[in-house]
């Protein structure tokens, strides 16, 4: 018997198979969970189309977060498909490429706004939808976030400070849905070759020095935050809400 036999789950952020959303879709197919998905647009579509098709979903819509009608739309589709709803899982960044380089002091007011509302605000937004739907039963809901939350990292400037806020929302949702039996956490993966690293200015350099500085002496896979993820989705995580858990290969607790 699978670990998540007879749940529901939507997966936002797939772009393609190397999406860390991929990884953890994955992960909860392979113990019972039955997934709905989202694309960002057309052409990611063809991306992600065969890949939800391939694990049997009934769901696959399109779901940019910028646009409140697209998510009504697909929560009402999920109500009316799944009626219930336990697992959210809410893997979308996005910042413009210029903001990714240089100094962070010269990020401009329009491109905070984009990477604050994709990267942030719309966890709170997915969230409220998914409300209802697991107030019954309860649910687990899990972002992605990053160590430039917490320390400064080269280029990745707004991106951090819109995990920061991210982090800090992940808090005051655990504490609004913990009444309702709905847990909110979110994991800290260290650097792991995907589209939306692409766009980060260095990012080579990133997996090296991760890699070094590690106490595992290596990058971690996105099949490891898909374990992770697993873990936090079942009842084995049936006391945990409110956390940003790293699966970092331990990089985080390095000092000098
Ligand atoms: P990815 O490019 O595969 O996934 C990012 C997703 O965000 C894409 O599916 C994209 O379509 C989606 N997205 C962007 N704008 C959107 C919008 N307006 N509406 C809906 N979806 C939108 O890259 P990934 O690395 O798998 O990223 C997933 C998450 O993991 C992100 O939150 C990222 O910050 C986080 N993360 C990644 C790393 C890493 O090194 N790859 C490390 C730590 C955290």
Redo the contacts with the bound molecule.
Sequence with gaps: MGLLNGKKGII?????E????WAIAEALYKEGAELAFT??GEI?EKRVRPLAEGIGSKIIER????RDEEIETLFNKVRDTFGTLDVLVH????ANKDELQGEYLNTSREGFRIAMD??AYSLVAVTRYATPLMAGQGGSIIT???YGAEKVVSNYNVMGVAKAALEASVRYLAADLGPKGIRVNAI??G??K????AGISGFRDMLHHAAEKAPLKRNILAEEVGKTALYLCSDLASGVTGEVIYVDGGYNIMGM
């Design positions: 936002f952020g797939v772009a393609n190397r999406s860390i959303a694309y960002a990611l779901c940019d977060v910028t893997s979308i960044a996005f994709i990267s992605l976030t990053y800290s993966p650097p792991i995907t589209l939306a690293a």
